[in-house]
C-alpha cells in the first residue's frame, strides 16, 4: 500500500486463504457438540463462470476430478453452483474436494471469478445452517434460512459465539449476506 492509498484511507484487499477452509472438520465437531447441528455431507463451491475454452476445460476438468459426487446448476443471479455430495461423517473430505475446486480455479486465474464456499448442517428438529467462507474477505459466517426466504438469526448469533475461535469469522454483520436457495443447504 502506497502512502497515498494511507493518505485517501484505502486499504489493501484482503487476500484468501483457502487454507481456513481445512479448519471447518474440527468446527464441525465443536458446532455439533455445542448445537447439536450435525454435517450433511453436502458442500458446494459459488463462481461466476467466465467465457471461453480455458475455462470450460478447467471446470470440466474439475468435474472430471470429482465424478458423481458433483453437481452443476446455475442460480437467477448468474452463479454457478458445484455441489458435492459426501457421507456425512466425511467431512474432511468434502472439504478437501471443495478446496481442490477453489484452488484449481484460483491457480487457473479465475480466482475473481469466486464468490464462496458452504458446507450445510441440520439437525433433528429440522434447522438448517451453513457455515459460509467468503472467498474475497478469506472470513466465515453462519446462514440459518427459514421458509419464507427469513432468517434465524439467534441461531446464526449463537453460532458465531460457538465458533469464535474456530474459524476466522466475518465482524460485518452486514457483510452475512443469505444465500437463498443454495445448493445443499
Known amino acids: 500500500m502506497g502512502w497515498l492509498d494511507a493518505l485517501l484511507?484505502?486499504?489493501k484487499p484482503v487476500e484468501p486463504d483457502l487454507d481456513a477452509l481445512?479448519?471447518?472438520?474440527s468446527a464441525a465437531?465443536?458446532?455439533q457438540a455445542a448445537t447439536g447441528l450435525a454435517p450433511t455431507g453436502l458442500g458446494s463451491v459459488a463462481f461466476r463462470a467466465a467465457e471461453g475454452g480455458a475455462f470450460a476445460t478447467l471446470e470440466?476438468?474439475?468435474?472430471?476430478?470429482?465424478?458423481e459426487r458433483v453437481v452443476r446448476s446455475d442460480d437467477a443471479y448468474g452463479y454457478t453452483w458445484l455441489l458435492v455430495n459426501r457421507p456425512p461423517e466425511a467431512v474432511a473430505d468434502l472439504v478437501t474436494e471443495l478446496h481442490a475446486v477453489n484452488s484449481s480455479l484460483e491457480g487457473a486465474g479465475f480466482g475473481a471469478s469466486l464468490l464462496c464456499s458452504l458446507v450445510s448442517f441440520a439437525d433433528p428438529e429440522g434447522r438448517r445452517l451453513a457455515v459460509v467462507y467468503l472467498y474475497k474477505r478469506g472470513t466465515f459466517y453462519p446462514f440459518a434460512p427459514l421458509p419464507g426466504q427469513k432468517?434465524?438469526?439467534a441461531l446464526e448469533l449463537q453460532v458465531r459465539g460457538v465458533l469464535d475461535g474456530e474459524l476466522p469469522l466475518e465482524s460485518d454483520l452486514g457483510r452475512w449476506?443469505?444465500?437463498?436457495g443454495a445448493p445443499g443447504l
Open 60 to 67: 470440466r476438468d474439475v468435474r472430471a476430478l470429482l465424478g
Open 151 to 153: 432468517r434465524d438469526n
Open 29 to 31: 465437531v465443536t458446532l
Open 22 to 25: 481445512f479448519a471447518l472438520p
Open 9 to 11: 484511507g484505502r486499504s
Open 177 to 180: 449476506f443469505p444465500v437463498w
